[in-house]
């Protein structure tokens, strides 16, 4: 009885020991070798560099793909934000890039850095359309600038958050916010050259309805004829100070 058990044991061990070694053979047969790699979202970097920077080529097996590593190689270009490896079995590996979205230009050293949401600068321009991004400046103005760097991050999300609370449309007649770092404040200066002193982000509702006011009266007056207004103090409870240039 005991050399039968003994016997299926050997027997049962064999047949696990084969199996094992058939699929790890399998597995790193050319059946799974890479022959198709496609990328998704690569608008302004183009397929050919993602594929160049992550370092993949057709004959790698696609067991041995380390879609981590790849996405950390990816991300060390100022473009890409999120990056994700995608195997479609047995053969094809598709890589989807996120890449960073202009939002803001920042005036430094005689052009304009370009910034995502982040704050991160993915571009640098010398002609732009204004009504295209958010004007930014600052007191404190950035120096020795490269791509991929991170500007000012508290200004950045101070910045953001007045945009982003401000509707879509009356944003056009917003020309500049600006960042005033001693006091972490923030002023705004509309297309008809008003100053609104903004503050920091507390009453931050109550201050854009403000705002939406104040670009209907400056519309106002320019139909009537009337003195533009020189500056707007929204940084207090209450009603806005309001001086006008006469």
Same mark, same amino acid.
């Given at each position: 009885?005991?050399?039968?058990?003994?016997?299926?044991?050997?027997?049962?061990?064999?047949?696990?020991?084969? !199996?094992?070694?058939?699929?790890?053979?399998?597995? *790193?047969?050319?059946?799974?070798?890479?022959?198709?790699?496609?990328?998704?979202?690569?608008?302004?970097?183009?397929?050919?560099?993602?594929?160049?920077?992550?370092?993949?080529?057709?004959?790698?097996?696609?067991?041995?793909? =380390?879609?981590?590593?790849?996405?950390?190689?990816?991300?060390?270009?100022?473009?890409?934000?999120?990056?994700?490896?995608?195997?479609?079995?047995?053969?094809?590996?598709?890589?989807?890039?996120?890449?960073?979205?202009?939002?803001?230009?920042?005036?430094?050293?005689?052009?304009?850095?370009?910034?995502?949401?982040?704050?991160?600068?993915?571009?640098?321009? =010398?002609?732009?359309?204004?009504?295209?991004?958010?004007?930014?400046?600052?007191?404190?103005?950035?120096?020795?600038?490269?791509?991929?760097?991170?500007?000012?991050?508290? +200004?950045?999300?101070?910045?953001?958050?007045?945009?982003? +609370?401000?509707?879509?449309?009356?944003?056009?007649?917003?020309?500049?916010?600006?960042?005033?770092?001693?006091?972490?404040?923030?002023?705004?200066?509309? =297309? *008809?050259?008003?100053?609104?002193?903004?503050?920091?982000?507390?009453?931050?509702?109550?201050?854009?309805?403000?705002?939406?006011?104040?670009? =209907?009266?400056?519309?106002?007056?320019?139909?009537?004829?009337? !003195?533009?207004? !020189?500056?707007?103090?929204?940084?207090?409870?209450?009603?806005?100070?309001?001086?006008?240039?006469?």
């Amino acid at each position: 009885m005991k050399s039968q058990w003994n016997y299926s044991f050997v027997k049962y061990t064999v047949f696990l020991l084969v !199996s094992l070694i058939s699929i790890f053979l399998f597995m *790193h047969s050319s059946f799974f070798y890479i022959d198709q790699i496609t990328v998704q979202g690569a608008e302004r970097m183009g397929s050919a560099e993602v594929i160049r920077l992550s370092g993949l080529q057709t004959g790698l097996n696609i067991f041995s793909v =380390n879609g981590q590593q790849i996405s950390q190689a990816l991300k060390v270009h100022p473009m890409v934000q999120d990056v994700k490896v995608i195997r479609h079995w047995p053969r094809h590996l598709e890589i989807q890039v996120s890449e960073r979205q202009a939002w803001a230009l920042i005036p430094c050293q005689g052009g304009f850095l370009c910034i995502d949401q982040e704050g991160v600068v993915i571009d640098k321009l =010398n002609i732009f359309s204004p009504d295209q991004y958010c004007i930014i400046t600052m007191d404190k103005q950035p120096e020795q600038v490269v791509l991929g760097q991170v500007i000012d991050p508290e +200004a950045i999300a101070a910045i953001r958050q007045i945009w982003e +609370a401000i509707p879509v449309e009356p944003r056009v007649d917003i020309s500049d916010y600006h960042y005033v770092n001693e006091s972490k404040e923030v002023i705004l200066y509309t =297309n *008809h050259g008003t100053e609104i002193l903004f503050g920091d982000l507390e009453r931050l509702a109550d201050k854009v309805q403000s705002l939406l006011q104040i670009i =209907n009266i400056e519309k106002d007056y320019e139909k009537q004829g009337k !003195s533009p207004l !020189s500056y707007v103090d929204l940084r207090f409870k209450g009603q806005p100070v309001v001086k006008t240039l006469d």
